[in-house]
């Protein structure tokens, strides 16, 4: 399928959101002292988005500075769709990811779960969503998924590129994955994370 490349879906907005966020993060002093842990983030990392839960109805949680860019991109959806997008994860606990990472490899589809400690979902930088929209259609072809593959990344979201239509991982297996989406400048987060956690063992 053709694709806008990347660069050009972010544009001058998402850089300048994706830069902002980034900043915000390694100065955030409520991070300063405490230990961050994939799946354990301290309460003070993590916003609760009011009145929203998800599917399961579990608290709808993002790290603090991605918070504004992720409620945006809610109101943006709601505003083109008429209806709120259906979350179905956001913020996952250690505890959760290993459930999940148990029950999937019991089902033999254990390459799909991340391993616990590893989720960007235990960072609080990634959501769910529910694909199928008012069209009927789910995944790649609905247009929901069609919506947040031009527009999420104006927001700093994108659907990785290891998860987009016609993945596979070494060993040929799908990784297929429509409904994940998560911050474009992870790796520069975890960066932020590791210098925090050198600080404290210093």
């Given amino acids: 399928r053709e694709v806008a490349p990347l660069e050009e879906l972010i544009g001058k907005q998402g850089k300048e959101i994706a830069s902002e966020s980034l900043?915000?993060?390694?100065?955030?002093?409520?991070?300063?002292?405490?230990?961050?842990t994939n799946g354990k983030l301290p309460q003070a990392?993590?916003?609760?988005?009011?009145?929203?839960?998800?599917?399961?109805?579990?608290?709808?949680?993002?790290?603090?500075?991605?918070?504004?860019?992720?409620?945006?991109?809610?109101?943006?959806?709601?505003?083109?769709?008429g209806?709120?997008?259906?979350l179905t994860d956001t913020y996952r606990s250690f505890e959760r990811q290993q459930a999940i990472k148990d029950r999937y490899t019991k089902e033999g589809r254990g390459h799909l779960a991340a391993t616990p400690g590893t989720s960007p979902h235990g960072w609080a930088l990634a959501f769910d969503c529910n694909t199928v929209g008012s069209d009927g259609v789910?995944?790649?072809?609905?247009?929901?998924?069609?919506?947040l593959f031009k527009n999420a990344p104006k927001r700093g979201f994108w659907n990785p590129s290891w998860l987009q239509k016609g993945a596979k991982n070494k060993k040929g297996k799908s990784t297929e994955e429509p409904?994940?989406?998560?911050?474009?400048?992870?790796?520069?987060?975890?960066?932020?994370?590791?210098?925090?956690?050198?600080?404290?063992?210093?």
């Fill in 23 to 36: 900043e915000a993060a390694s100065k955030n002093p409520l991070l300063a002292g405490q230990k961050i």
């Fill in 45 to 81: 990392a993590l916003f609760t988005v009011p009145n929203k839960q998800d599917n399961k109805g579990r608290p709808v949680q993002v790290l603090v500075e991605i918070a504004d860019e992720f409620q945006q991109l809610l109101v943006d959806f709601k505003e083109h769709f």
């Fill in 83 to 86: 209806y709120d997008l259906l």
């Fill in 138 to 147: 789910k995944g790649f072809d609905g247009e929901i998924y069609k919506w």
């Fill in 179 to 202: 409904w994940h989406w998560e911050v474009l400048n992870k790796k520069q987060y975890l960066s932020i994370f590791n210098a925090i956690e050198s600080e404290q063992a210093e």
